[in-house]
Each structure stands twice: as structure tokens, then as C-alpha cells.
């Protein structure tokens, strides 16, 4: 079962190569993405025991990834649908087989339990996206990519150098070389703390890069602002957790060191940056889905705070996985369909998008509210437990930066998202071809049903998940 | 075996000399091909005999070797591009950088808490060198495809560290390294190819448009 729906996916981008339609191809998408998401139920209710090498196993933390990733594509693959009808001038091939490629080595990310094998998938990940972002095929998309291409490859390259690190601790404290979870966990007290201090520090830059934290992040207002919504929508909600799960991976090996204080704390510093550099430039963002870029650097940001924060915060993170994935692919296919109906992305040109599109305007401004932690939204719940954390523990400080930069982030978001979706549309736009219909609308809107009602009630078995996860996360003393 | 071992990375870290010292495209990339098969000899010489590692080193061989110098070349060729035009540092200046740079790994290796048995071996000094001329070239020059060479010899500096491991990294997870470093360098060859194309140029100092 765990290696059919990392094949299945695979399958898929094939069946997507041999499709010569352009128009029919698409619908590749929402049958695969559906399989995924139906076989991916299954294994929450009959998760199969770890195989015998120790390999692959689907544990909580992984299902905590697997879930929002999941649901995001099957959302984004009726989208895709609906978006792609637009788009019939230019070929869809790649961008199909990307997209299922890329599911399929998302997949084996969350369920790989050896860290090399993580490592693979997650540049799988990075390979498989590259052509989605040159998808438009003009001047500004291939400098995004080759920007994109150029710092997370480098990127990647240095967090195998940290896994390298990590097996090499083992060797200094004469243990039989490995790089499986398991027995690296077990073990982790008896491995060389100065390697294993120098394989955090590379893998936090390695995979940070790949996530976008700051100073890291580079490449991520450009790749964001270049690719399509829907290709943005997975970089935001899909790739942004693979990388993440690579971290928490060395941090629960971190965690059963003993030796918690340097990690935790790096983690807080580094997040609050990625909060501050965030802040600074959402102010004044001229660029709608730049500002939804520098979004995504904050919510990674709140993320590394949250888990370096540790102890109740850790269900927060989890928590935030979810809703930030979810919240993000609100964000990102309404922008979508602003950009399509106005042909720009300029804040100057997209004026009034509630009169010319009543529901993307209206769910980019609920999603907007949702993303900056407003109630009754799920974010809210998880950036509120965060807080509460953080001074429950007595870290006021790391508390009160965290509620500033939220403050900061709201205003300048505010600033920019308000005249978009409320202001006067201007007189002399240019008509498009671009509609609200079911298919670019519905799947937006559910997700945001989603949100609002994560943020009312949380049900049970996913409640236990989170619980789970968040317990393997905790520093052994 | 280990002096002929050290042969070889001595001649690794003189070919990141001549990637630094050139300004013409083919020198480097055939520069980075010989570096690609010398490490793809190492892994043979090391250890001893068995299907594990006839395939890494054939693979290594045939991808850093082979396939990769290939596709450069092709990218080289359709770019129109033979010289690299001044770089951000000169090439005297990251001449003496990398010189810098190489002596530096060695006092650093020198401190690390290595396994004993490691102690005094190229290896690691090696390692660093190769890492940080990577670096350099990365950061210095403007065309994209010197900027794939930098990012080749680091991906090579991270490579002779992974030889201390081998026992540690099963072949399945070697040969998928391999795999994706070679389409990672189909899609960026491609990615050239379409820059020179959109700008008449592979110079990656005009990709300027996206900026706060």
C-alpha cells in the first residue's frame, strides 16, 4: 500500500505523457489526485507497520504532512482543470506530468523513514517543480527559475553534506553507519555532539533554503510571483512541508540528544528573522502574488519559532502545518483567477476585484483574514497556542517580538489586500476572457470551508494525530 | 593503495586551480569532467571488490564523465558562448582566494574531531577545498554555465566527504543522488538554452527584472 501510492502517482505522469489531447489531458489530474487522496484514508484508518529494513513507515509526523498535501492537490488537480480550459494555448504535457511527479515524490517523503531516501524525494520535489514555474515560458519566468533552480540545487546539495555529517557522528562514536531514523533516534545520545551540531546547522540551511527562511529565501518571491496559482498553491502548501519535515526529522534526533538548548534556540532566532524580513517587505508590496510569497516566508517563520519554542507550541506547529497549506491554497488560486480576469498582477491595475469577481475577490479576503491569524479561522488557533506557549514558558520576549511582527504583517497585508478587493475598479481596463466559474471557484471555496471549520472544531481522530506527532517531538531529558 | 588515493586528490584540488584560472568555457568543463571521473576512480581503489562498487564508479564515471561535459557542451554550443566575460572578482583575485581557501582546509581539517582513523588523510582537507571553490566560482562568474560548473564542483567537494562513508549510504540512495544530480543538470542545460534565447545572452547579471 505505501509503495502503491508512491507509484501510483508515477503511473499518472506517464498516462499524462502518452495523452495526446491537450484539452482531455487535464483530467488526469483530479482522477490521480483523487485515487491518492482515497488511498491515503485508508492508511490513516490501517497504517501498515514499518518495513523490514525499517525503510518506510507512515508515522504520525508523516500523516501530519501527508494529509494537508494530499487534499491540497486533489484541490489544486480540479482546479487545474478549470484553469487549464484557459490556458489551451500553450501545452499542458509537462506541466501534468510535473505536477503527479511531484505528488509522487512528496509522498515518499513523508513515508521515508531513511534519511538519504527523504533527501532523494525532496529533490525530486525541487527538480519536478522547475518546469510548472517556467510554465508561461516568458523572460520574467526563466529568470525566476533559474533563480529558483540555482539556490535550492545548491541549497540541497549542502543538506546532504549535513546527512553526511550525521552518518559521520555515528562512525566517530563507534556505531555501525546509519542514516535510518529509527536507530538514529535510539541512539542519539551516544552520537558525536560536534558532528551532529554541524549536520543541524547544514540541514537547517539545506532544507531552510528549500522552505524559505530568511535570510534563505531568496528565490521564493520570484518563483511565487512567476508560476501559475495553482503551481504556487503546491510550492506554499506542498513543497514548503516536505522541506519542514526534513527538518523536524533532524530535530526529534536533535530532541533525543539530550542537548536541546543550542537547536531550540537557533530554530526561534532564525524564525523571528524570517518574521521580521517578512515584515518589511509585505509593506508597500506592489505585486499581489509577491506579497503572498513574503506571506509564506512569515508562516515558515512561525513554523521554526514554534518548534524551537518546543514543549505546547509543538502542537501549534503541527496544527499550523495544516491550516497554513490550506489556507495558502485559498490564497494562491483566488490570486489566480484575480490575475487571469485582469491580465496583471500590478496593485496599481487590480482594483475593486470584489465588483469584477464577487467570489475570488470575496474568498482572496477571507483568506487574507485567515492567513494573518484572524478568528473564527483555523490560523488563529495555532498561532494562538504558539503564543500561549511562548509565555507560558516565560520567553515573553520571544512572545511579544512574535505578536509585533504578526501586528506589522496584518497592517501591511491589509494595506495592500484592502484597496485590491474593495477599491474602485479603474475605468479603463481591458476585457479578458476570464469568468468565475464552478470549477476555478468550487475548489477555493471548499478549502476555505475547510479552514473556517478547523477553526470551530477539530475533529477527533485528526486531534489524536496532531497529539501523537506533536509527542514525538519532545525533548528527552 | 592510499598513496595512489592521494594522487588523486591532489590532482582534484589542482583541477579546481585551472576552473578558477580559465576563462574558457570547454577547459572548464572538461577540467570538471576529469574531476568527475578522478573521484569515480576513488571508491574502486578504496575499498575492495564488489558489485556495490563497480557500479558507483561506473556511474560516476559515465555521468561525470560523460553525460554531463555532453550536455554542457551542447549548451555551450547553441548559447554561442566560449569565454566567460568578466567575472565579478578577476581570476588572478580567485586564483589567490582559492590558494587561500585550500591552505585554510587544511588547518581546519586538522582541528575537526575526526574518527582516528580518518586522522591525516586527504580526504576531508580535499573535501573542504573543493566545497569552497565551488563556492567561488558559484559567486564570481556571471554566465549561467560557469555557474553549473561551481555548483558540479561542489556537489564533487560534497562527494569525496561521502567516500569516508560509503558503508553508510546504500547504493539505491547513491544512484539516486546520481540520478538527480543528472536531471538536475538536463533542466538547467535546458533553462540556458531558453535564457540565451530570451536574452541573446547567458549572462546572469541581466536577469535583473525581478527585484523589491
Redesign the interface.
Given at each position: 500500500m505505501l509503495f502503491g501510492i508512491v507509484i501510483l502517482p508515477m503511473l499518472g505522469a506517464v498516462l499524462a505523457w502518452l495523452i495526446p489531447s491537450n484539452s482531455q489531458r487535464p483530467l488526469v489530474l483530479p482522477i490521480f489526485g483523487l485515487i491518492h487522496l482515497a488511498m491515503t484514508g485508508d492508511l490513516l484508518l490501517h497504517t501498515p507497520p514499518p518495513s523490514s529494513a525499517g525503510w518506510i513507515y507512515l508515522d504520525p509526523l508523516g500523516k501530519v504532512i501527508l494529509i494537508p498535501t494530499s487534499v491540497l492537490f486533489m484541490i489544486c488537480a480540479v482546479y487545474a482543470v478549470g484553469y487549464l480550459a484557459y490556458r489551451q494555448e500553450r501545452s499542458n504535457r509537462v506541466l501534468c506530468m510535473g505536477l503527479l511527479a511531484c505528488l509522487s515524490a512528496m509522498t515518499l517523503a513523508t513515508v521515508a523513514h531513511?534519511l538519504?531516501?527523504m533527501?532523494?524525494a525532496i529533490?525530486?520535489t525541487?527538480?519536478a517543480m522547475?518546469?510548472l514555474i517556467?510554465f508561461n515560458?516568458?523572460?520574467?519566468s526563466?529568470?525566476?527559475?533559474?533563480?529558483y533552480?540555482?539556490i535550492c540545487?545548491?541549497g540541497i546539495?549542502l543538506a546532504?553534506?549535513g546527512l553526511?555529517f550525521l552518518?559521520?557522528s555515528?562512525?566517530?562514536a563507534r556505531m555501525e553507519?546509519?542514516?535510518l531514523l529509527g536507530p538514529l533516534v535510539a541512539q542519539a545520545g551516544s552520537l558525536?555532539p560536534?558532528?551532529l551540531n554541524a549536520a543541524f546547522v547544514f540541514l537547517l540551511v539545506g532544507f531552510g533554503t528549500k522552505m524559505g527562511l530568511a535570510p534563505l529565501h531568496t528565490w521564493k518571491?520570484?518563483a511565487y510571483?512567476?508560476a501559475p496559482g495553482l503551481v504556487g498553491a503546491l510550492l506554499a502548501g506542498g513543497l514548503v512541508n516536505c522541506a519542514f519535515l526534513g527538518i523536524i526529522r533532524i530535530y526529534q534526533i536533535c530532541m533525543a540528544s539530550g542537548n536541546a538548548v543550542f537547536f531550540q534556540d537557533t530554530l526561534v532566532i532564525m524564525g523571528l528573522v524570517s518574521m521580521a524580513f517578512a515584515a518589511v517587505?509585505m509593506v508597500g508590496q506592489a505585486d499581489f502574488k509577491r506579497m503572498l510569497a513574503y506571506s509564506s516566508v512569515e508562516h515558515v517563520g512561525i513554523l521554526a519559532v514554534a518548534i524551537g519554542l518546543g514543549k505546547g507550541a509543538l502542537f501549534g506547529a503541527l496544527f499550523h502545518v495544516i491550516n497554513n497549506s490550506l489556507t495558502k491554497g485559498v490564497l494562491f488560486l483566488s490570486s489566480g483567477n484575480i490575475h487571469r480576469s485582469y491580465g496583471s498582477k500590478s496593485c496599481d491595475v487590480v482594483k475593486g476585484a470584489l465588483k469584477r469577481l464577487p467570489w475570488s475577490g470575496g474568498l482572496f479576503l477571507a483568506g487574507f483574514f485567515a492567513i494573518t491569524g484572524s478568528p473564527p479561522f483555523s490560523p488563529f488557533i495555532s498561532e494562538f497556542t504558539i503564543i500561549n506557549s511562548s509565555f507560558a514558558q516565560g520567553k515573553n520576549f520571544t512572545g511579544a517580538l512574535f505578536l509585533i511582527f504578526l501586528a506589522v504583517i496584518f497592517i501591511g497585508m491589509a494595506s495592500t489586500v484592502l484597496p485590491l478587493v474593495l477599491g474602485e475598479e479603474p475605468q479603463d481596463l481591458a476585457e479578458t476572457d476570464y469568468r468565475d466559474r464552478l470549477l476555478t471557484v468550487a475548489p477555493p471555496l471548499f478549502l476555505m470551508g475547510l479552514v473556517l471549520l478547523f477553526g470551530l472544531w477539530l475533529p477527533a481522530p485528526l486531534m489524536q494525530i496532531l497529539q501523537d506527532a506533536a509527542r514525538l517531538l519532545e525533548a528527552k531529558p | 593503495m592510499t598513496s595512489f588515493a592521494d594522487q588523486l586528490l591532489v590532482l582534484v584540488m589542482l583541477i579546481n586551480f585551472v576552473v578558477l584560472g580559465s576563462s574558457r568555457m570547454a577547459i572548464s568543463i572538461r577540467a570538471v569532467a576529469l574531476q568527475g571521473i578522478a573521484l569515480g576512480l576513488l571508491p574502486g581503489i578504496m575499498h575492495k571488490f564488489s558489485w556495490h562498487l563497480i557500479m558507483i564508479t561506473g556511474g560516476m564515471i559515465v555521468a561525470k564523465g560523460i553525460v554531463i561535459p555532453w550536455l554542457l557542451t551542447g549548451a555551450v554550443r547553441k548559447a554561442e558562448i566560449r569565454r566567460e566575460v568578466e567575472p565579478f572578482i578577476g581570476y588572478v583575485a580567485t586564483l589567490l582566494l582559492g590558494a587561500v581557501f585550500t591552505a585554510l582546509a587544511f588547518v581546519f581539517a586538522a582541528k575537526l574531531p575526526l574518527d582516528p582513523e580518518h586522522q591525516g588523510l586527504l580526504f576531508v582537507p580535499a573535501s573542504i577545498a573543493t566545497l569552497l571553490t565551488g563556492f567561488l566560482v558559484l559567486t564570481t562568474r556571471r554566465k549561467a554555465i560557469s555557474q553549473v560548473i561551481g555548483y558540479l564542483i561542489l556537489e564533487n567537494g560534497i562527494f569525496i566527504f561521502g567516500l569516508l562513508l560509503t558503508s553508510a549510504m546504500p547504493v539505491m540512495v547513491e544512484a539516486g543522488v546520481l540520478l538527480d544530480l543528472l536531471v538536475g543538470i538536463f533542466i538547467m542545460g535546458i533553462i540556458i538554452n531558453h535564457i540565451s534565447r530570451e536574452f541573446s545572452s547567458i549572462d546572469t547579471s541581466r536577469l535583473t527584472t525581478l527585484k523589491e
Open positions: 531513511h538519504g531516501l533527501w532523494l529533490e525530486t525541487t527538480l522547475a518546469p517556467y515560458h516568458n523572460a520574467r526563466i529568470e525566476a527559475t533559474w533563480k533552480m540555482l540545487s545548491v546539495a546532504l553534506l553526511f552518518a559521520y555515528t562512525i566517530v553507519p546509519t542514516l558525536s560536534a558532528w518571491p520570484d510571483g512567476e517587505f | -
